[in-house]
């Protein structure tokens, strides 16, 4: 793609990013081997957080929470204004956790590589848009980096590639590796799953995924004067779907993954249908504000998915699991089965959250890793084959979509610069890539 002459900062080809992340990473690796698993001589964890959006904000007050002696050291983003919006609510919540001195912000496309060339950081929070997710685990992994890493964890198959290739050398390594799927630890959820696997809802008959709620302008601006093509589409990141991999990868992972989790499979082919009804104007970039997919598991059940972003409609975000003797329902804010064994969930109110980064913190201090990247990839995938699927109106299979799909979006070079849009997809015309 063409880039303007007039950038804030310098480009960065890939391959000059390969490089450079090499060579900070190779360093960073040598002095973690020097001082061990975390901070010689203490107990304490220093986190750093790439990426400071809302949510990845709120990832790292859950993380400062969840033990004691864990501090945040160092973040990094593309923005100063982001850095100084996060760091206000991380003071206001979890003020005496927080030793981020000016020295230990970075900023630009490279910023990561910094954070992880600092001997002193034992943890990595990864809260960037998905588009840049691989890479980022990639030489986390390389520096030698225990990880969290927000969903989902690519926006096509060359990410998903890469980020098996990152599990494999994590396990190598004796790397932690925790992922942004919180209802793995929700109490409510673990309880459902293991009703419906004792047989309490009888022989599953289908399942299904919903996120349905209204227009999602969360709070991102629309574009200010003075924004280059690249901070707009960085800044406005979940409307390009070279950024958030769209709604349905972004959000809708989320009851995919439950239902994956069920099935303990994920789903041999899929077709989908969507479109682009309500958001329309070039502000709203380049996604998709509905979706619906059919997904079929190797045993033959169907899991029916659908998301959508639209004002007014009928707010929907749960999975439904149909049996033979009764219906599972399950959402962050309850769980029930209706039919011959009635049950409700009686506990309160609870995320997942808080033991999510628990667990990632005890895994280092005990030096017993957890490596939930696998299944983040698949997950992710799953997702990303429905996308595929609705842009291009064909029916897709899993393995073509892991093995032989060349998709690999966003641009050949970082630079806050020149980026025309992609056009949106237009199933039967969009190519199959």
């Known amino acids: 793609m063409n880039q303007t002459r007039r950038e804030i900062r310098p480009h960065l080809s890939r391959r ?36 400071c959006g809302h949510r990845g904000t709120q990832d790292a007050i859950y993380c400062l929470r969840s033990a004691p002696g864990v501090e945040l050291y160092a973040i990094a983003d593309m923005f100063q204004d982001r850095v100084d919006e996060s760091l206000r609510g991380l003071r206001r919540e979890v003020p005496d956790k927080v030793n981020v001195p000016a020295g230990r912000v970075f900023l630009g496309f490279d910023a990561c590589e910094k954070v992880l060339a600092m001997s002193e950081v034992d943890l990595v929070m990864l809260l960037t848009p998905p588009g840049f997710r691989p890479q980022h685990v990639a030489d986390a992994v390389k520096a030698g980096k225990h990880i969290f890493m927000e969903k989902p964890g690519a926006v096509d198959p060359a990410g998903i590639r890469s980020l098996l290739r990152s599990a494999d050398e994590a396990d190598k390594k004796g790397l932690s590796i925790v992922v942004g799927t919180q209802q793995r630890y929700a109490p409510q959820y673990l309880e459902i799953i293991q009703r419906i696997w004792d047989g309490q809802i009888g022989e599953i008959r289908m399942l299904k995924a919903h996120w349905i709620c209204h227009m999602v302008n969360w709070h991102f601006a629309h574009r200010q004067p003075g924004w280059s093509d690249m901070e707009w589409q960085i800044r406005c990141w979940p409307f390009f779907t070279w950024l958030s991999g769209d709604h349905l990868v972004e959000q809708l992972c989320h009851n995919i993954d439950v239902c994956n989790w069920i099935m303990k499979s994920t789903p041999e082919s899929c077709i989908g249908l969507g479109g682009r009804q309500v958001r329309t104007g070039p502000e709203y970039g380049n996604i998709y504000d509905h979706f619906t997919v059919e997904y079929l598991y190797p045993s033959g059940l169907t899991m029916l998915a659908m998301a959508a972003q639209m004002e007014g409609v009928t707010e929907k975000v749960d999975n439904t699991i149909e049996g033979t003797r009764g219906i599972a329902r399950v959402s962050r804010a309850s769980a029930s089965i209706e039919g011959e064994k009635p049950w409700r969930y009686a506990g309160g109110h609870d995320t997942g959250d808080l033991a999510m980064h628990g667990a990632l913190i005890r895994s280092i201090r005990e030096k017993k890793p957890i490596n939930e990247c696998r299944r983040l990839a698949t997950t992710t995938l799953t997702a990303i084959l429905g996308r595929m699927s609705t842009y291009t109106g064909l029916a897709l299979k899993f393995d073509w979509a892991m093995n032989e799909s060349k998709l690999e979006l966003g641009p050949k070079r970082l630079t806050l610069g020149e980026l025309p849009v992609e056009p949106v997809a237009m199933p039967g015309k969009t190519k199959l890539v």
């Open 16 to 51: 000059n990013f390969l490089k450079r992340s090499a060579a900070a990473t190779g360093a960073a690796l040598a002095a973690s081997a020097a001082r061990g698993v975390h901070a010689a001589g203490s107990d304490k964890i220093r986190v750093a957080m790439v990426g």
